[in-house]
């Protein structure tokens, strides 16, 4: 379980974020909706510990994630809007380096993720001589692999086709049913069980 209690966020002297008050279980989402500047990256950088709050609490599984962030990080895989990858590795090196790092489960397949993704062909290519969906791709199937409870995402299907969003969609519902957390800034909707989903509307703060 995530929750946030009284969250702000600051860029700089601007309050961007304020009084934020959420509460998502095991096996449910929040997607967090608005217009651009409303300040929906900012918001998943600080949940994610990226970005020091500038008042309130971010708790998980009933812990102030401030008291033990080690704990909170080895339940925590984080995409932004960077894939985090090196391009002149290939797709397997990079997958490796992150395994190497703890993000990956070793009860998961990696090849048939890849595969799923549409990615399989692509093991030994470069990530520097792949398109942006390509690489997005693989971002996704890293964090299938990695098997983590709680997934902080920033645009999750930005720069990916209609197929890969129905594969990472069932991907979010495996991931739901098994009793992950989602929390994900989302323009292009997601196909997440309704009944499983709550969201969270930012306005523009004029502070």
Request: proline share 3%.
């Amino acid at each position: 379980m995530l929750s946030a209690r009284q969250l702000d966020v600051m860029r700089g002297s601007r309050t961007i974020v304020a009084g934020v008050d959420f509460r998502v279980d095991g096996g449910a989402a929040l997607l967090i909706h608005g217009a651009n500047g409303s300040g929906k990256s900012s918001l998943i950088a600080a949940l994610a510990g990226l970005l020091p709050p500038a008042a309130g609490d971010v708790s998980w599984r009933g812990m102030n994630v401030r008291d033990d962030p080690a704990r909170f990080r080895r339940d925590l895989a984080y995409i932004g809007h960077a894939d985090g990858f090196n391009g002149e590795l290939t797709v397997t090196e990079n997958l490796r380096f992150a395994a190497l790092l703890g993000a990956h489960a070793a009860r998961i397949d990696e090849r048939d993720v890849l595969n799923r993704a549409g990615v399989l062909p692509l093991m030994y290519t470069r990530l520097n001589r792949l398109s942006q969906g390509q690489r997005r791709r693989v971002a996704l199937a890293r964090l299938v692999l990695a098997g983590k409870a709680l997934w902080l995402l920033d645009e999750p299907t930005e720069a990916i086709d209609d197929a890969g969003a129905r594969w990472f969609a069932a991907c979010i519902d495996d991931h739901l049913r098994e009793g992950g957390t989602l929390v994900a800034t989302t323009h292009r909707p997601l196909p997440v069980d309704a009944a499983r989903t709550r969201h969270l509307h930012l306005e523009r703060s004029a502070a």
